[in-house]
């Protein structure tokens, strides 16, 4: 599995959520050609794990270390 592309320095979460809302506002209203439609989708995943990596790094910091 690769890394995702961030384009540069890592995304905030609020940066890298507010794009994959409007990642998804484009899929969802079509109009895009296929090639148009993938790269979206790919860049969607690639936003969904930088969002899950700053969740991820929350969570740690709240949760107790045993």
Do not use: H, N
Not at 3 to 15: A, C, F, H, N, V
Not at 28 to 46: I, K, N, P, V, Y
Request: glycine share 6%; proline share 5%; net charge negative.
């Amino acid at each position: 599995m690769t890394e995702p592309k961030t384009d540069g320095p890592e995304l905030s979460y609020e940066q890298a959520r507010a794009e994959l809302a409007t990642v998804v506002e484009k899929l969802e209203s079509g109009g895009t050609t296929l090639e148009e439609s993938l790269a979206l989708w790919e860049r969607g995943e690639q936003l969904a794990v930088v969002c899950q990596r700053w969740l991820d790094a929350a969570r740690a910091r709240l949760t107790p270390s045993s």
